[in-house]
């Protein structure tokens, strides 16, 4: 498209509002399922794991500042692992508006070449309580299929909080 199709299109919920189909996710319906063990249960399942979790944070912003919590939860993700923005490879940014991922990107400076290579939300849906559960299965076969370390998914959860967590490839 254009940004004078994007222009062009209807907004969703008010006659003078910014939300529109060209720049928020779609309504979606989606599941999805992760499997975390202890080095324990792996061993004692025999099991090969395809990552390792390394780090988590979860952290906010004032509540009216809607969207933009990961600004906040990535760094102090990475502080957490003793990794720098640069030691990752791919980043799955959950995003349900246009603005708020650009508001991320720019503030903490991310390569957008390592900003949902594959599509993000608004490209393929944000089903709600399943949305990371997708993003962490996209950077897990991401990072095996392209021979990369680490990933991170990010997410704005609501309020002003945002949580952030680190994947390595096994």
Not at 36 to 55: D, G, H, I, M, Q
Not at 83 to 99: H, R, T, V
Not at 125 to 141: D, E, N, Q, S
């Amino acid at each position: 498209t254009s940004l004078e199709g994007l222009a062009k299109l209807r907004t969703v919920f008010a006659a003078r509002g910014s939300v529109t189909a060209g720049n928020s996710s779609q309504t979606s319906d989606g599941a999805g399922a992760l499997i975390v063990v202890s080095e324990a249960a792996l061993k004692r399942y025999n099991l090969t794991p395809l990552a390792r979790f390394v780090s988590y944070a979860s952290r906010g912003v004032p509540p009216h500042i809607m969207g933009i919590g990961p600004i906040e939860a990535i760094p102090a993700a990475l502080k957490y692992a003793g990794l720098k923005q640069d030691d990752i490879d791919w980043f799955e940014l959950n995003e349900a508006f246009a603005a708020q991922s650009l508001a991320v990107m720019n503030t903490l400076g991310l390569d957008p070449a390592k900003v949902n290579p594959m599509g993000g939300a608004i490209a393929l849906g944000h089903p709600l309580g399943a949305t990371g559960a997708i993003r962490a299965a996209t950077v897990v076969h991401a990072l095996k299929r392209h021979n990369k370390r680490y990933g991170m998914v990010t997410m704005c959860v609501g309020m002003g909080q945002g949580a952030a967590g680190i994947i390595e490839r096994v």
